[in-house]
């Protein structure tokens, strides 16, 4: 008796599960990357802009099309307040998120059945919905939302400053490329990073001191903690002061300059690099990480990266020599 409940139990899922498929009326993915090329199956190029050292790309996301900033130090897909409303069931459950200096207050949910980028898919994401206005106003742009870890970690990323593109490809849960045929030259070196939720995190130098930094690409300047040691800092030369808005709105003045003598090991270095002189306590405390300092805009600027969130890897392509 107990088996004939087992195969009627089995049938009626399997039914469900074909009907399903067969009965599934084709819906128009609600994001879309509108100037993205597609290389192949598994893999997009997407045209950037550059707006105050944030990396903008253009997207298409229910029925409305404006700008989303690429950040690696947001843990979801936001989606601005002022343009999107929260799902019903969540309009009232306002949360606490924290960012690199101060907590986001009212933070509420929306949920994504389908996300595409051209032939690129996932599936059921969840997206915050946060007033980004104060960005907005700064910026001078219209600002749809910001595609976080969420989104990004299944692919591998390359992120491209001479070109202005980003190239996005599929991996399986290995890290392992999907696609062959990805980037027409060659990798030249690479670096292990760490995780740590949603943050990456890089072992690095300051002169001959060993630093530990997240790499962020909405950073718009470097960050280094004020609280290191004076050999460090040393290495830190000031020239002004700042005024920096946070992910919350909220206003901070800090000092600004540029950071010399850092290099990732023997064969990987950088030239100076604009820097502020921050607290970091907020974000080492909120993220549980232990960080000396932020790599942002400026890191990118000077190196071709390759993101691979999986096999916890940096890889670098040279970048060409452009002949006078």
Known sequence: MHQLIKIIIALLISVKLFAAEIDTPEVKPPIVFTKAEIINAYTTRIPFKIIDQ????????LDKEGNFIIDTGSEALILNSVHFKPTRAHRQDGQLKSGVHN???????????????KDLSLEKLNADVIDLSHIEKVKKIELLGIIGYSVLKDFEIFIDMHLNQ??????????????KKVYAEAIHDSIDIKLKKHTIIIDAF????????????AAEYNQLNEDLDSEILDYFYPSKELKLTGASGQKMKVLAGKLYRVKLND??????????LTNLKKMNSAFSTNLDGILGFEFFAQKRTIINYKKRKLYFIKSPIIEP
Do not use: A, C, Q, W
């Not at 300051?206 to 690409?217: A, P, Q």
């Not at 064969?267 to 502020?276: E, N």
């Open 267 to 276: 064969s990987i270095y950088f030239g100076p690099m604009k820097t502020v």
């Open 54 to 61: 944030l990396i903008v790309v253009e997207v298409e996301i």
């Open 166 to 179: 980003i190239t996005l490809t599929r991996t399986n849960r290995h890290g392992e490329r999907l696609s």
């Open 206 to 217: 300051v002169g001959n001191k060993e630093v530990r930094f997240g790499l962020d690409t």
């Open 103 to 117: 907590d986001i207050e009212n933070v509420k949910k929306k949920y994504l059945d389908f996300l595409s980028i």
